[in-house]
């Protein structure tokens, strides 16, 4: 479905800002190549005997404002130049929230659904091994996205502090609460989700307990997405895996949902719902839609059947520029990306601070701060939206351009 490629449709966005906010040549191409990209060709033992050889990527977009953050994705089709466009989506996401990062991004090309355990435990070993040139808790702290979890945390954790020699926590975040993991984390991004479109409702004038939602995807972000908008009072009315969507317009069960996908493999042919693809889902009547599966799944073809009111992005560029227009035109507020689902990386943030001070918060802190976060951050972008006459998308790469074209004016290049 893509209408450009992933890098250069974040490239495009860039470029259209630093036109605007006339941003010095020297900061814009920086901002628009990525500083350091390692790629990894590497075996791992697999479970009949044989060796198979896996290829990995890291790559650090900038690292201006602070050591570069962002996720680890382990997927089939993934490929380099979406590890670039996902990690400059992280520099600009860390300064929408302003917290002390810049931007990366790994990869590894496999699909973890068809792998065992072990095979996962030593393919994430020997990749943490291969990148652990360029990891570290100053300079480049992995976290859990498609594909990856906190147990897959804990071995690069381990198999890092390994080759150190002592334990290092703040080398990944996203891990279990039993070795330095934060209360919260797992449910961030979905609670930052949650968050903003509550303050998109808010703004609109709309009221989250009799409003309606679809959510695309039944993993971390989704999932928690919904049961936090639920517990706003919102009716779930549809949700979708990679198999389908089910929809009842009078509301999901959610408790029971996660069972009926353990038992059948999918969110489809759950008891008293229609059976919808994830075409129809999108486009289904609703206040609130949140994607939040994958890239580019609103696009030129589908975008004028979008009946949402609000979008809140959960899912990174789910949302082409082509769309984008359409959207804009018929009135749909966007929450981008880059401010709606960085509750991860806010948490992520959080959990690195207790790790290096060594003194963990409650959960109720956690929630506390990240609201706090989020709704500072969700006002600034709006501010700045209002004054600049921009969609919030554009309000939000200004705001995050910004911040980074001044960190980089206030250092200066080397030599
Ligand atoms: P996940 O692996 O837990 O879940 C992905 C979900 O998407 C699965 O339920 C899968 O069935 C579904 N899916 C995949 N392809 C689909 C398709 N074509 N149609 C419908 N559903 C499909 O991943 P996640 O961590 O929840 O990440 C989801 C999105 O959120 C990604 O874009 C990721 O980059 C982004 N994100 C994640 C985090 C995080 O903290 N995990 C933070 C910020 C952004």
Not at 67 to 79: E, F, I, N, Q, S
Not at 133 to 159: C, F, H, R, S, Y
Not at 317 to 334: H, Q, R, S, Y
Request: with cysteine; charged share 20%.
């Amino acid at each position: 479905m893509t209408e450009t490629n992933a890098f250069q449709m974040v490239v495009s966005r860039i470029d259209a800002i630093c036109d605007r906010l006339n941003v010095k040549d020297a900061y814009r191409l920086r901002l628009e190549s990525c500083e350091r990209e390692l790629t990894v060709n590497f075996p791992v033992r697999m479970d009949d005997g044989t060796v198979k050889v896996f290829t990995g990527f890291r790559v650090q977009h900038n690292d201006t404002r602070g050591p570069a953050k962002g996720g680890l994705r382990y997927h089939p089709d993934v490929t380099l130049d979406e590890t670039r466009a996902l990690a400059a989506l992280m520099t600009l996401k860390t300064a929408v929230v302003n917290i002390p990062y810049g931007g990366a991004k790994g990869a590894v090309v496999c699909n973890p659904k068809l792998m065992s355990q072990g095979e996962l435990e030593r393919l994430t070993r020997r990749y943490a091994s291969e990148i652990s040139i360029l990891i570290g808790p100053e300079k480049d702290i992995p976290a859990p996205d498609v594909g990856t979890n906190p147990q897959v945390m804990a071995w690069i954790m381990d198999t890092y502090s390994m080759l150190k020699g002592y334990s290092v926590l703040g080398v990944v975040t996203g891990k279990p609460i039993e070795v330095g993991g934060s209360k919260g984390r797992l449910g961030a991004t979905g609670r930052g989700c949650m968050v903003s479109a509550k303050l998109a409702a808010n703004h609109l004038g709309i009221s989250l307990n009799r409003a309606t939602a679809v959510v695309q995807g039944f993993g971390n972000v989704a999932y928690s997405a919904a049961k936090l908008l639920a517990g706003e009072g919102c009716r779930i009315i549809a949700i979708s895996d990679t198999k389908g969507g089910t929809y009842n317009p009078k509301g999901l069960d959610l408790e029971s949902l996660p069972n009926y996908k353990k038992e059948t493999g999918s969110v489809v042919g759950f008891m008293d719902t229609e059976t919808i693809s994830n075409t129809e889902l999108l486009a289904l009547p609703c206040d609130i839609l949140v994607p939040a599966a994958i890239e580019d799944q609103i696009v030129k073809a589908n975008a004028a059947d979008i009946k949402a009111r609000i979008i809140v992005e959960g899912a990174n560029a789910p949302t082409t520029p082509e769309a984008d227009k359409i959207l804009n035109d018929n009135g749909v507020f966007v929450v981008p990306d880059i401010l709606a689902n960085a509750g991860g990386v806010v948490v992520s943030y959080f959990e690195w601070v207790q790790g290096l001070q060594a003194f963990f918060w409650n959960e109720d802190e956690v929630n506390r701060q990240l609201q706090t976060v989020m709704d500072n951050a969700f006002h600034e972008v709006l501010e700045m939206s209002r004054h600049e006459k921009v969609d919030m998308r554009n309000a939000a790469y200004m705001l995050a351009i910004k911040r980074i074209a001044a960190a980089m004016e206030a250092r200066g290049i080397f030599p």
